[in-house]
């Protein structure tokens, strides 16, 4: 079982940046996706951002154009880099992975590991 570690939540304002890390223990194929997600308090866990070992990326139209995802394949990590911070980013974040996206990058069946998640507060 792949372990996930997310690090580089905070309490920001609106308009900040935050870039938040997933450390993989490995990559247990060749296309491993990295998936990111976050669920907010009496809400649903949302899709926000995946990407493969190619850095083909996908994103949510929540956060398109200001979140990009990146990876570093040498270091097993992956990255979110968040822009311009608005309240409703405010959430639990997750990372996942998963060797297949049969049911569509956003779906979160497709993916078998999950990290513990970090916690990202905008305030207005």
């Known amino acids: 079982q792949v372990q996930l570690v997310e690090s580089g939540g905070g309490l920001v304002q609106a308009g900040d940046s935050l870039r938040l890390s997933c450390v993989a223990s490995?990559?247990?194929?060749?296309?491993?996706?990295i998936g990111w997600f976050r669920q907010a308090p009496g809400k649903e866990r949302e899709f926000v951002a995946a990407?493969?070992?190619?850095?083909?990326?996908v994103y949510s139209d929540s956060v398109k154009g200001r979140f990009t995802i990146s990876r570093d394949n040498a270091r097993n990590t992956v990255y979110l880099q968040m822009n311009n911070l608005k309240p409703e980013d405010t959430a639990v974040y997750y990372c996942?992975?998963?060797?297949?996206?049969?049911?569509?990058?956003?779906?979160?069946?497709?993916?078998?590991?999950w990290g513990q998640g970090t916690q990202v507060t905008v305030s207005s």
């Open positions: 996942a992975g998963s060797t297949s996206v049969a049911y569509g990058w956003g779906s979160a069946s497709n993916y078998t590991s």
């Open positions: 490995e990559y247990p194929s060749r296309n491993y996706h």
């Open positions: 990407n493969s070992r190619s850095q083909f990326a």
